[in-house]
């Protein structure tokens, strides 16, 4: 075994790691090592104490009055401000709503009406299947003269060409957490005079995100990975204050109307982000949400995003010290170039997976190989990673991954 010597143990770690109490603001199971929160945020106390407020309280006593009396008819701009500062947006350009999917459609939408000349949208062949799919549903809706053009992540500026209208870009690849630069590509867009659009979907909450500062047009992302904020939690959009008076989306519900109380019968939009809310937002998941988010109040993302390094940079060290990757193959890019997440590579990465979380250690795994680890720093501790590894290794030495039910496939993955 290749016996490389710590310089520091799991436990120093733990003892010199500013965040290491904010673990406390979580409902987590004993003996459970959450590797998934990339995923799915675990439950934070702030939200079950929300739940069941706004179930027995607001809904079951204060009833309809509670659209005023507890501004649930605010929170889509209220929850958007608050993800607006984890996300480097000034007030007023985020909106809490609906999900990434289709929040997708009615970005895209717009953005195509704001290049009428240009038919093309580009994105990458790699990107997460749905954001994929939704371009390819509304060019079924818009006929032949309009397509997707497929680049690769590497070196996008040499494929900008000047029929492009948006540049739909996933920050942070799902599968091998490749992190693009968000400023260099965006100004190379800008030259071309083509619209960013950015997926935020494992960026938000995992390091600092500066969509004023560079300069994007339109950003989506879902809140139920690292915001923490439950499962199917509402998402957002983001719409640069500069495009707001020409934004015009197609979905026009009732709510992204200018005066929804006043029943006319023809829609004018909302001059604000606020005309992408189209029907009644879903008040309890909201709220949940809302209450979710306050666990990072007091915590800076550039402090996250420091201790989501260091978590890596130890987690692959002890993996190398213990054994692990000389049976796997480690197929993220470099720590300046990565998101917070590894990708394990292994034939069997799926019943690895299975046999890992039957020893209390949750990751996920995605098709075709990969075994995905997420690194989330509010309740994520060395000890816990020095745990998961020692699990890892014992799993490989004795080939517990050829267990029949570990090899049984579920729906969910
Ligand atoms: C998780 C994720 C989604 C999920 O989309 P929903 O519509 O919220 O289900 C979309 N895009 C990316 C890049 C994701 O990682």
Known sequence: MNMINKVFSAEQLDNKDPLALKVEAFSLPDDTIYLDGNSLGPLPKSAEARASEVVKQQWGQ????????????????????????????????????????????????????????????????????????????????????????????????????????????????????????????????????????????????????????????????????????GPGAPAFIYVAGRHQSQYKQPLSGWMGHSAPFSFSPDYAPDSTVKQNLCGTPGVIGMSILDAALDVFEGVSLKAIDEKSKKLQAFFIAEAKRAGVLDYFSLVSPPIDVRGSQLALAHDEAYAICQAWIAEGVIADFRAPNILRIGFAPLYLSFTNLEKAVQTLSDIMVEKRYENATFQQRQSVT
């Open 62 to 229: 204060d009833l309809i009055t509670s659209w005023n009396k507890h501004q649930w008819i605010s929170l889509p701009q209220l929850v958007g401000d608050k993800i607006g500062n984890l996300i480097g947006a000034k007030n007023g350009q985020v909106i809490c709503c609906d999900s990434i999917s289709i929040n997708l459609f009615k970005v895209l939408s717009a953005a195509l009406k704001m290049r009428p000349e240009r038919k093309v949208i580009a994105t990458t062949r790699d990107n997460f299947p749905t954001d994929i799919y939704m371009v390819q549903g509304l060019l079924e809706l818009l006929g032949d003269e309009y397509s997707v053009r497929y680049i690769d992540e590497s070196n996008i500026g040499a494929q900008l060409s000047d029929d492009i209208a948006v540049l739909m870009l996933t920050q942070v690849n799902f599968r091998t957490g490749l992190k693009l630069d968000m400023q260099s590509i965006t100004a190379l867009a800008h030259d071309r005079n083509i619209l960013t659009l950015w997926d935020l979907a494992h960026s938000a909450g995992a390091f600092p995100v500066c969509l004023d500062d560079c300069d994007v047009d339109f950003a989506v992302g879902c809140t139920y990975k690292y915001l923490n904020g």
